[in-house]
Nanobody
């Protein structure tokens, strides 16, 4: 259901753009989903780093604020994460997450996108 793209290897200071598309979701339904990006390092809990609610302002974890930007294209049912000024500590697996405003609808997770920041 979730089609991911982006990720890979980049040098410190570089940029990457991640995307997740809810391929099978009806467009009108996507409008009611809040979209988030999480990341998880080995041996650590998954943490939310960016939020783009279905209504309201975006929000970021302190660790990425000013470097990462979350955005969404509702017509394409896609959420993006633009990552700039990447650091070695950004080397983790990133997950997109979709949560509907009603608990009657399922939430979705992407399979995970590996990002490696190394020279």
């Amino acid at each position: 259901q979730i089609v991911e793209s982006g990720g890979g290897l980049v040098q410190p200071g570089g940029s990457l753009r991640l995307s997740c598309r809810a391929a099978r979701m009806i467009t009108s339904t996507f409008w009611c989903y809040s979209t988030d990006w999480y990341r998880q390092a080995p041996g650590k809990e998954r943490e939310v780093i960016a939020r783009a609610p279905n209504s309201g302002s975006t929000d970021y974890a302190d660790s990425v604020r000013g470097r990462f930007t979350i955005s969404r294209d509702n017509s394409k049912k896609t959420v993006f994460l633009q990552m700039n000024s990447l650091k070695s500590e950004d080397t983790v697996v990133y997950y997109c997450h979709f949560k509907h405003s009603s608990t009657q609808f399922p939430e979705y997770w992407g399979q995970g996108i590996q990002v490696t920041v190394s020279s």
